[in-house]
């Protein structure tokens, strides 16, 4: 995950294509066919990669690597420095991946010195206003939609939605192909293939239509459903169910990572 820019020609080459009224920082390394548009700043130590269009009033702060072909619309702020009271100007960096879209007035920062980067990955739709705290790490293909909020040190894996309005706690983990509904305050982990919403947010079956949308077979979602149901159906607790699971359901690469995620997670999972 995270870009591997090849940037051919300096920003003097006068390949990339910046507004007259943006300002650009002569260190700023720009790869051809990046357009800049009116009153954005770029900072210096930016590396940006092939053919990403940024729109106006956009502010990419120092540390930031920006990969080929991403779209960052008006007003975004990527690369501050973290909300971090403990932040005390160490350098630190913020990645992001290739063909992402970044909507109007999203806010990305760096990492802190407690982890030192954050990261976005690749594909990744964040809608507007949403923000990325410090120390995050964002996998592919994730979307945010409008006002989602996400504390420091909040991993998600691949292929996640995130409902408008929904702010995450600190060290939060969302696991792969999992989708969390709208309006839902987010505290503890939400484990892989869940759909979850409702109050108090609880697990409301495994996301079987975003699952076949990603070409997942039947062959491998009968074995999640099955362990969903001992899983959050069965009325043991977390330890006797993981057990359970391990002996009563065929151990596919999907139910053993569903497990793992399970046993390893700290704030303990939305059930």
């Known amino acids: 995950m995270g870009p591997e820019i090849d940037l051919q020609e300096p920003i003097g080459a006068g390949l990339p294509q910046v507004h ?4 650009v920082d002569p260190e700023a390394q720009l790869a051809p066919g990046v357009t ?3 009153y954005s ?3 210096s130590g930016v590396r ?3 053919s990403t269009r940024i729109e106006s009033h956009v502010f990419i702060g120092s ?3 920006i990969g080929r072909n991403n779209h960052i619309f008006h007003g975004a702020v990527l690369g501050s420095p973290p909300q971090d009271l403990k932040y005390n100007n160490e350098p630190t960096t913020l990645h992001i991946g290739d063909r992402n879209i970044i909507r109007e007035y999203v806010t990305v920062h760096r990492g802190s010195a407690a982890r030192g980067k954050t990261m976005v990955g690749n594909d990744c739709f964040l809608m507007a206003y949403s923000h990325v705290g410090h120390d995050g790490e964002l996998g592919d293909h994730v979307i945010l939609a409008n006002t989602v909020h996400l504390a420091g040190h909040v991993t998600i894996e691949d292929w996640v939605v995130i409902g408008g309005i929904v ?4 060290f939060v983990r969302i696991g792969c192909h999992s989708m969390v509904g709208g309006g839902f305050r987010l505290s503890q982990d939400v484990c892989p293939y869940a759909l979850t919403a409702g109050y108090p947010l609880r697990v409301v079956a495994p996301n079987v239509i975003g699952l076949r949308r990603r070409g997942f077979t039947q062959v491998q979602i009968l074995p999640i459903k099955r362990a969903f149901r001992v899983l959050f159906k069965s009325g043991q607790n977390t330890t006797q169910a993981l057990r359970a ?3 009563d359901v065929e151990q596919t690469d999907e139910v053993v990572r569903l497990v793992e995620f ?3 997670s700290e704030r303990g999972v939305v059930k």
């Open 20 to 23: 007259a009224t943006a300002v």
């Open 36 to 38: 800049i548009g009116p």
């Open 41 to 43: 700043i770029i900072e």
């Open 48 to 50: 940006m990669g092939e």
């Open 63 to 65: 540390g930031t690597t």
């Open 167 to 170: 702010p995450i706690h600190q």
């Open 245 to 247: 699971v391990e002996r």
């Open 262 to 264: 399970i046993r390893n």
